[in-house]
């Protein structure tokens, strides 16, 4: 294809959006007529909360929709034409007739029926037209896919860690650590937001303490749009948490009492009355962990062929207590213009106790026993404040919204190690970390839709995050001796970034192809200051990064809830703060990891090609990827006088693509299965060659094809019982340094409704058969290092739900829908 041709269809494309654009605004013109009308049953009772959506047949832009009052009632101004009109209400069945609007005044009475069974009538709840019921636990958008936590059975009573273990394309490895599509390079948001709920660097423990019952739903976003901020290269996971939109006083409460030990109350609550809406959730529990750690290595002397062995086994177990609340109001001014405010305190408090023994073998020396005692605590107190401003400016989708985030996150650490040699005294550390961080987060979001499929989207954000690190090591060799500073590991620092994003965007959608072209510009100010006791380690580091994001969404659609999806972003993956700070983690002086203040950002092409089709029962989203990213980071693990190290170091390029391939299928009434199978292979390529730290350099280079496949299976007994099994499998992996084998787990869940729809009674089992464990075996030509980790062995749970007051959803549903908005996104809480 030639300039001239090229230039020609985009003269030709461009001309036809603009007559579609053209002919909505005359459109437009139309003047609307007010209609009324009233919603009765059978009996010629009036139905209150009734949804009533008017679909225009010829014209997506003049639909709209309305609830009912107490009495039955609506009225709503719509224009001329021929409309279906959808009714919709608690235990009633949606009915649909078709009916042709002229002039102003009554349309009368329309007529729907009850259901023939109630059994389960609280579990069911209307939003805008969708009954939650019949909601599909996995949906496909232009640019997420959402994932509703409500049908996980395996999940009740747990925490946002284990829902997240459930989520198609998202995996949860035995540290805890969060990856997409093989990468851990994941950026959580709450609300659309990074929140101080998460801790500093989303760390484990913070998942573990958001419970799963004040989850709404998991947006999983792969390839982000330029709305979206740039960083996270696997990806973006937007936590959206729950606000109830029922009239009245509503709430519910729900307690788990489990093993390895763990208890948990936590409660939501919201009342509801004319133009104010106040919501409180909260609660807390105990839960103890076990991390189990084996490391068997042989050392190697080039010089004389000796070998020594290693044998070190890990076991620190933690007994965890966390506290959550969350309150807030929404106040609507008028239809048009609404405020809310919310406020957020956690928790977290813990104590560790490690036992960690090495057992060294010499070749002609005796063997030597060691043995670490860890004894540590941690207390970690998490605050944000949030205010929003919400205005629309007309009813055809011209939105503005302002919010501004403050939080705050503080966690101490202290730790005792006592480290015995053959069963004697040997050294005593005293480590104490202390760990705050402030944010601010400003944003400016704008939505103009022009005619009736496109829209123009732009916003701001400034982003002003101050993290500051003190960290005190302190050693002694007897116990009635002083202690003495450890001058490489006792230092203070301070990570400082201001943050400053515009965007974008337009979307919209010619006959049968949707497109959405955005482009985000990104400017970060980094400075970095560190400091040790050492004489001249004083460090003052400045970054400056500004960059262009450019990102493209296709989709064409073959037939309806059918269509192919084509997209494309650039993303940077920024190194977290403590991933910079030289010497950040003593808590094992033979396994230590630091980091590199000289360490810069990777950047990203990320490229997917999708396919969805959505029938009644079944729900296939195949989608193939491909990342290729510069500058990659890799932990650098090398032994430096026999201490393990580990360094993240900038290192060549990685390539991953792969078949990602997602499903949802009601096989029969009383089973279904949700399944994520991920084909993928990968290819890194660089050498890294530092003679300070090591002796000759070190090539980082691996080819190889590996799986992913996780399969839920959910059995419905009847209307009250249904039970779960849910598999998860990860096949091997093998790089130049690093071979890992292959790991599975299978969970099993079940619940029971009870109390005539008021109660749910759950119970599950994690990891049945006890074989979620990472195995790996490390090659050097200094050493050979076998390694197992355990996070968490076997668990199970019993919950139990009990909802009061239900009242019904008034929440008016949206006035416009066009063929690119996200459907379930949070419209309060933008991300950006």
Known sequence: MNQTEIISIFTRKTLGLTFVLSAAVMAFAQEKVGISGTIVDKSNQPVPYASVTFTHKQNKLFSDATLTDEKGNYKLEINPGNYDISVEAIDYKKSVINKQISKPGSIGSLSIEPESSSTNVKTQEIQGVTITATTKPYKVELDKRTYDPSQDIVSKGGNLQDVLSNVPSVSVETDGTVSMRGSSNVKFLINGKPSALLGIDDGANALQSIPADQIERIEVITNPSSKFEASGTAGILNIILKKSKKTGFNGSVIGTLGYLPQTNLNTNLSWRKGNLTWFLNGGGGYRESKNTNRNNATFFNAANGQRTKTDQESIITSKNNNYNASTGIVYDFNDKTSLNASATVRTFDSENMGNITYNYQFLNAPSLFNERI??????????????????????????????????????????????????????????????????????????????ENSKIEAGYRIDINDNTYDNDVLERYSPVTDYFSLNDFTYNANYREMFNAGYLQFKSKIGKLGYQVGVRDEYSNVDIKYSNLNPNSAIDNTKKYNNLFPTVFLSYEVAKDNQFLLNYSRRIDRPRSWFLIPNPSYSDNQNIFEGNIDLNPSYVDSYELGYSISKSKLTINPTFYYRHTNDDVKML??????????????????????????????????????????????????????PIMITQPMSFEGTGFSTRARLTSTVKIDKTFSFQFQGFYRGPQKTTNQNREDMYALNFGASKTIWNGNG???????????TRAMRSTTTTAEFSRESYMQWQPRQFALSLTYRFKQGEKVEQPKRKKDINSNATGDDQQGPM
Request: cysteine-free; charged content about 20%; overall charge negative.
């Open 374 to 451: 860890n004894n540590g605590s941690n207390n970690n107190l998490a605050f944000q404040g949030d205010l929003g401003l919400d205005h629309k400016f007309d009813d055809n989708g011209q939105n503005l919204s302002l919010s501004l985030s403050l939080q705050s996150n503080r966690s101490y650490n202290d730790t005792n190690v006592d480290q015995l040699s053959n069963n004697a005294f040997e050294l005593q550390n005293a480590i104490n970390q202390t760990t705050r961080n402030k944010t601010l987060i400003g944003k400016a979001d704008y939505e103009l839709p022009i005619g």
């Open 637 to 690: 693990v090398y032994s430096d006088n026999g201490v393990f190290k580990t360094k993240p170091i900038n290192l060549g390029s990685d390539d991953r693509y792969g078949l990602d391939l997602n499903f949802n299928w009601d096989a029969t009434k009383w089973l279904k299965f949700l399944g994520n199978v991920d084909l993928f292979g990968y290819k890194t390529t660089g050498v890294y060659y530092d």
């Open 760 to 770: 749910t009674l759950s119970f599950n089992i994690q990891d049945i058969f006890n």
